[in-house]
């Protein structure tokens, strides 16, 4: 008897946790997971961690997918001119636009926004400093922006120090996000707390335990259209396996499978309805950056031999399955000069070989260190070293796969002595300035970057082609100019953008990604059944 | 017995500010600069140099200790560089869960240890003490990472049973710490089984069960009683371990303990994170080193009488 009712303890037990467990989800609720926590909910401080910015605070304008091409569309402005010299851009806010806290939105919060992207001088000053006087402010030698012109509560005018076309587009970046002045500069720590993450976007923090979850709910007082999704719950989940299980579990609304092996996503996702998943091209590219500094690596026909031995398309079906397109130039598919007659680096390891002996060099001579950052590369990215190093083998080139820890990664990289690495660029607006004039644009980036790109030419004709107005002009300069770094000069080895895949769960309608493919996502973009 | 303690008591001390000055000393000596790592992509010169002033790590390295020295007994261990926020604050919150998970993984433990290794004493060599045998090499031999994942997809995934991950609820501690405590359980139970079956040839034993006491009195009172002391040393020390190694089921289970933090400050190159968490885990360890020798003073009469 004793033992008959122990058992039937045991079962209720049971029992009561298999009710606790069961799909529980109020209506509106969307859940995702990510992998690590977020470091802030600050702008000035992260280039990162942007799904809090992008979804509770809005920027001047948005880049959105249209139907053929990407396209910045106006957002808290309802208007806006630029002057003949396009140096002067002059803006009207939307009127009635307030704060999640009820203060209306001024000229002067965007303002203080910019200044105080200067004033940190931690992260994202890179637009800012574009405008006159921005220099200033950063060194602080003076508090305001010269060059930035408030008129009445929505009129306000930006002067720049030299034109840039692309201006609107870096203004829909997640850096430029507006935050509210009053309770932003009252904030002893803005960015850690949520009280403090005021904006004008469709949705409130409303907590933020750290390395555990933080949560969304919709501000009531957006301006735009009221979103289907009214709270989202964002949950840390490290291990991959887990957000796996948790999402066929119905614990997840929306699963990001770039987290997930290739092997799990064939074997798991694939079978899924076409109408769960979910596929974007990232805007951006995976390359290989050579230094040109290095013993072998200098000589431009040793770099072309490395670009015909490596064989990008082996990579996107051998790790990717497929789920990659080829990228042949800097400026990647679907950004503004993006060209489609790169023809750069056909896979010819014979030719690669014929091409080191033309050039002096015997067969197994050219050797050089390909560095990993072994605590961010994901499971995908080391198999690309492995890759890219036994295919080079097969050209008679070596290159020694060495493993740096992040710091000492970083490190070497800034010290413009790693002689190359394998690094992904993601696009944060839709101007081809922002990945060229990184890397290009001028000495201290090029040496920065490790690439030690020695012409000076070029690197001024990049930092050039940003103050270039004319759209077919802006277009014909940058296309040449990735012809000429990339086929002629071969500074890097474009290879592939990765398509980022989501699955959505049974609760989930549709869901458009951000339009660059980031992992971070707009909440007002999914819909719920 | 007193001044044993207090001799022991100082000794931990001396060898915690040993282990902080030396984890002091190793983070600033390894190659890189932290400001940068912290800055990644976006740094430049000037800012890695006004970050570095801001943060006080152009100062002497005896100077920056003395200071950190003097902020840690404030309560004061900075602010972490990839975080953001008060180390203090972080590792607050996250010790509470590494403490319900290495509680919860220690009474599993011990429990379960203790029992197995009694039952398996008394059934030596039959059946029941064979697979309690089994069952406990199992926990001794299989890797954390493998029975987490092997619980969470039977009584999680498969049966709806208990949650995937997160602390939500007290019933989130249960896989973990069957995972995280299946291994000291192992160990308890067979260092309890032998130490038993020594015990249980002892002569005293034989007096005890001349004087008429049934098997179990024998078991419990006499044998037991005495074959405890080594199996709590190892308990006390194995707390301390649970303590501070729950690194890969806090990972599994998605628990924001102390573990991962530690982990996320690693990677980060986050010195006053790392600092703090290293600090806490030597802490815990020479803690508990000390509560075990303690507690063999007080268990033994013989060491108490030494003191």
Not at chain 1, 334 to 356: C, R
Not at chain 2, 51 to 59: A, F, I, P, R, W
Request: with cysteine; hydrophobic share 45%; charged share 20%.
């Amino acid at each position: 008897m004793k033992k008959f009712i122990s058992l039937l303890i045991v079962l209720a037990m049971l029992l009561g946790c298999a009710a606790a467990f069961a799909d529980d989800a109020e209506a509106g609720l969307l859940r995702t997971a990510i992998r690590y926590d977020i470091r802030t909910m600050d702008v000035a401080r992260t280039t990162d961690d942007y799904l809090i910015p992008m979804n509770v605070f809005d920027r001047l304008f948005e880049t959105r997918r249209g139907k053929d091409s990407l396209e910045v569309v106006k957002s808290l402005i309802t208007d806006y001119s630029v002057s003949e010299d396009g140096l002067t851009y002059t803006f009207t806010l939307k009127d009635g636009i307030v704060f999640s806290n009820g203060s209306k939105l001024t000229a002067s919060d965007v303002q203080y926004t910019f200044e105080r992207l200067l004033k940190i001088a931690d992260q994202n000053t890179e637009i800012p400093l574009e405008v006159v006087g921005g220099a200033a402010v950063m060194k602080k030698e003076a508090d305001t922006l010269a060059g930035f012109k408030v008129t009445d509560d929505t009129h306000f005018s930006i002067t720049l120090t030299a034109p840039n076309a692309g201006f609107p587009a870096e203004l829909s970046a997640p850096a430029m996000s507006i935050v509210d002045k009053e309770t932003t500069s009252a904030a002893a720590a803005f960015g850690t707390e949520p009280k403090d993450t005021i904006g004008t976007g469709p949705y409130i923090v409303t907590e933020w335990i750290s390395g555990d979850h933080y949560t969304l709910v919709y501000n009531d007082k957006y301006w735009g259209t009221a979103p289907s999704v009214k709270k989202l719950i964002v949950k840390t989940i490290p291990d991959a396996n887990t957000q796996n299980m948790m999402f066929l579990n119905k614990e997840l609304d929306i699963i990001d499978l770039q987290n997930q092996d290739a092997v799990v996503i064939e074997g798991t996702y694939k079978s899924m309805p076409a109408d769960r998943m979910v596929s974007t091209p990232k805007v951006g590219l995976t390359y290989l950056i050579l230094n040109e500094n290095q013993k072998y690596l200098k000589d431009v026909k040793v770099r072309k031999a490395i670009g015909m031995a490596i064989n990008a398309d082996e990579i996107i079906q051998g790790i990717f399955k497929g789920n990659a397109q080829r990228e042949k130039g800097i400026i990647p598919t679907g950004v503004f000069a993006h060209s489609d007659d790169m023809k750069a680096f056909t896979y010819d390891p014979e030719g690669a070989k014929a091409l080191l002996k033309e050039a002096g060099y015997a067969e197994g001579e050219v050797t050089f260190e390909l560095a990993l950052n072994t605590t961010k590369a994901s499971e995908s990215v080391k198999l690309v070293y492995s890759y890219i190093s036994s295919q080079l083998k097969k050209a008679g080139i070596t290159a020694n796969v060495v493993s740096y820890e992040d710091s000492a990664w970083a490190n070497k990289r800034n010290s413009g002595e790693m002689e190359s690495f394998v690094a992904t660029w993601g696009m944060d607006y839709n101007d081809p300035a922002n990945i060229m004039y990184t890397f290009f644009g001028t000495a201290e980036n090029v040496k920065m970057r490790s690439i030690n790109y020695p012409d000076a030419s070029i690197i001024a004709r990049v930092s050039a082609a940003r103050a270039i107005v004319d759209d077919a002009k802006r277009e014909a300069e940058y296309k040449a100019l990735d012809k000429k770094l990339i086929e002629e000069d071969a500074a890097w080895i474009p290879m592939y953008a990765e398509l980022h895949l989501w699955c959505l769960g049974d609760r989930v309608a549709s869901f458009t990604p951000q339009w660059a493919g980031f992992a971070d996502f707009y909440a007002a973009d999914v819909t719920l059944k | 017995m007193l001044r044993t303690l207090a001799r022991r008591a100082l000794q931990a001390l001396v060898v915690l500010i040993g282990v902080v000055l030396l984890i002091f000393v190793m983070l600033r000596i390894v190659p890189g600069n932290p400001i940068e790592t912290m800055m990644g992509e976006h740094a430049n010169a000037e800012t890695i140099a006004r970050m570095t002033k801001e943060m006080g790590l152009d100062q002497p390295l005896l100077t920056q200790f003395f200071r950190y020295i003097g902020s840690a007994f404030r309560g004061d261990f900075g602010t972490s560089y990839s975080l953001g926020k008060p180390v203090a604050q972080l590792i607050g919150n996250a010790f509470v869960n590494t403490l319900l998970l290495a509680v919860f993984a220690a009474v599993f433990a011990w429990i379960f240890g203790i029992t197995c290794g009694i039952i398996s004493a008394v059934k030596k060599n039959r059946l029941t003490d064979r697979i309690f045998m089994g069952v406990s090499l199992l926990g001794i031999s299989l890797p954390v990472f493998m029975s987490a994942m092997f619980l969470q997809y039977i009584f999680a995934f498969k049966l709806h049973w208990l949650p995937i991950s997160g602390t939500d609820s007290w019933t989130g501690f249960i896989l973990p710490a069957i995972a995280l405590g299946w291994n000291s359980a192992g160990q308890v139970a067979q260092i309890t089984r032998t130490t038993l079956l020594e015990t249980l040839q002892e002569d005293y034993i034989d007096t005890a069960r001349a004087k008429g006491r049934g098997p179990t009195g024998v078991l419990l009172r006499h044998a037991l009683r005495n074959a405890m002391l080594p199996v709590l040393t190892m308990m006390t020390i194995q707390f301390s371990g649970l303590l501070s190694g729950a690194v890969i089921t806090e990972t599994v289970f998605s628990i924001n303990g102390v573990g991962r933090l530690m982990v996320q400050a690693i990677s980060g190159r986050d010195i006053p994170l790392l600092q703090a968490t290293a600090l806490l885990a030597t802490t815990v360890v020479i803690l508990g080193n000390l509560l075990a020798d303690s507690l063999y003073s007080v268990l033994d009469p013989r060491i108490r009488k030494e003191g």
